[in-house]
Every structure is written in structure tokens, then in C-alpha cells.
Nanobody, 121 residues
């Protein structure tokens, strides 16, 4: 399984970015997929995810600002990020799990290399 992220960059506070993850290999529609992030000096956190049967999850810290999209036919996972804040600055990682709905980040089995998002004026 390979996950390749794209779409990161530098954006001003209040701006938007759309991250995309292209999955290849044995990723099936039953697999959960998600986006996590890690800022310097902080633990990695799950930002948003979609279960194998299409149920979305969005962290409280980004609720109302971030939306997750999955295209099972194209094997892609996008994260639309609006109203970005300085505290959203982090390396963002695409992840996939062999489970339909992992309970925690440790249950995600496959990870991309990450794409940097920097929110700064």
C-alpha cells in the first residue's frame, strides 16, 4: 500500500488549502482512511477520517472548518481546509487502516510521507 500526499504549502490566516492523498495497492472500500497532523513538539493527532462504510469523523479543533472527502473509485482522500489558523501549522499525513473503523492512531497501518502546511502572514 502506498499513500502519496499533495497540496500543502504556505497560506495566510483565514485562507484555504486542499490536501489530496492518492492511494495505491490493496486499499479496499472497507478500509478506513484519514488525515492526521503533527506540529513541532506536539503529538500526532487525528484530524479527520472516514470509516469503511463512509462515516466521517472530524476533530473538535477543526470542526466546521475542515471537510474530508473520499472517492472510492479513484482511491483518493481529500481534506478541504478553510479558515486556516496559525495553530493548524503542521505536517499532515494521510493514513489507512486494515480496520473498518480504528479506535486510535496506532490502529492505522499505512502512512504517507506527509505534506507541510504552514499558516502565517
Amino acid at each position: 500500500v502506498q499513500l502519496v500526499e499533495s497540496g500543502g504549502g504556505l497560506v495566510q490566516p483565514g485562507g484555504s488549502l486542499r490536501l489530496s492523498c492518492a492511494a495505491s495497492g490493496s486499499i479496499f472500500s472497507r478500509n478506513a482512511m484519514g488525515w492526521s497532523r503533527q506540529a513541532p513538539g506536539k503529538e500526532r493527532e487525528l484530524v479527520a477520517a472516514i470509516s469503511g462504510d463512509g462515516m466521517p469523523y472530524v476533530a473538535d479543533s477543526v470542526m466546521g472548518r475542515f471537510t474530508i472527502f473520499r472517492d472510492k473509485d479513484k482511491n483518493t482522500l481529500d481534506l478541504q481546509m478553510n479558515s486556516l489558523k496559525a495553530e493548524d501549522t503542521a505536517m499532515y499525513y494521510c493514513a489507512a487502516s486494515d480496520r473498518s473503523w480504528p479506535d486510535e492512531l496506532d490502529e492505522y497501518d499505512y502512512w504517507g510521507q506527509g505534506t507541510q502546511v504552514t499558516v502565517s502572514s
